[in-house]
């Protein structure tokens, strides 16, 4: 059935330094989605992103849609500790199926 | 707006007890979600409905039933509790029938606890 694997599962960094997670599904999505997720909290949604190739920013983040719509990633460039939490991949084919999730630490 | 709320909060239950988890949203969303989240296995879709009178089975629906009477409400039944159904629950909704890609709100989670 459909997968959506997230790697690293944990990754923890010093303030500033930057990091990324990366999202590979087994099938062709039509979208996918990011969300993140406050310890304790619930998830709530960052972006989402159609196109084959396509690369959105905000402020920091930098989300890219890969060539054959089966890869994404999510890039922070120069972490805050305001990044900490869980970021998690959504795919979309038939339904959302969401990655597992990579949990980033921020060291101050 | 509440957005999307869930109620209880928190819950325990015994081996083979049936309870209800109760989710609402007021952004006339037609689009409504379950999902369990548990350690290292990120988001796993239970059921959801695209609109009143219309659900439909995820990737994780044995053991749970869901209806949708109205816009507004889509409650989880767990029929006989089970220790595996340990989890935090998430309700989420989202615009448009034909828009299920759209962006999905999420409410505060329940975090069931089955002995």
């Known amino acids: 059935g459909q997968q959506v694997m997230q790697i690293p599962q944990y990754q923890h960094v010093q303030e500033g330094e930057d990091f990324t997670t990366y999202c590979n599904s087994s099938?062709?999505?039509?979208?996918i989605q990011w969300y993140k997720q406050r310890p304790g909290g619930h998830p709530v949604f960052l972006i989402q992103?159609?196109?084959?190739?396509e690369v959105k920013k905000q402020k920091r983040l930098t989300f890219q849609f890969g060539e054959a719509k089966k890869n994404s990633s999510l890039h922070i460039t120069a972490t805050q500790t305001t990044d900490v939490g869980t970021y998690f991949c959504?795919?979309?084919?038939?339904?959302?199926?969401f990655g597992t999730g990579t949990s980033l630490t921020v060291i101050p | 707006n509440a957005g999307v709320t869930q109620t209880p909060k928190f819950q325990v239950l015994k081996t083979g007890q049936s309870m209800t988890l109760q989710c609402a949203q007021d952004?006339?969303?037609?689009?409504m979600s379950w999902y369990r989240q548990d350690p290292g296995m990120g988001l796993r879709l239970i059921h959801y409905?695209?609109?009143?009178?219309?659900?439909d089975q995820g990737e994780v629906p044995n053991g749970y039933n869901v209806s949708r009477s109205t816009t507004e409400d889509f409650p989880l039944r767990l029929l006989s509790a089970a220790p595996s159904q340990t989890s935090v629950y998430f309700c989420?909704?989202?615009?448009?029938?034909?828009?299920?890609?759209?962006?999905?709100?999420f409410g505060p989670g329940t975090r069931l606890t089955v002995l």
């Open positions: 409905s695209v609109g009143a009178g219309i659900t």
């Open positions: 099938t062709t999505l039509s979208n």
């Open positions: 989420a909704s989202g615009r448009g029938v034909k828009r299920r890609t759209d962006t999905q709100y």
């Open positions: 959504a795919g979309i084919s038939n339904q959302f199926y």
């Open positions: 992103l159609v196109k084959s190739g």
């Open positions: 952004m006339n969303h037609e689009y």
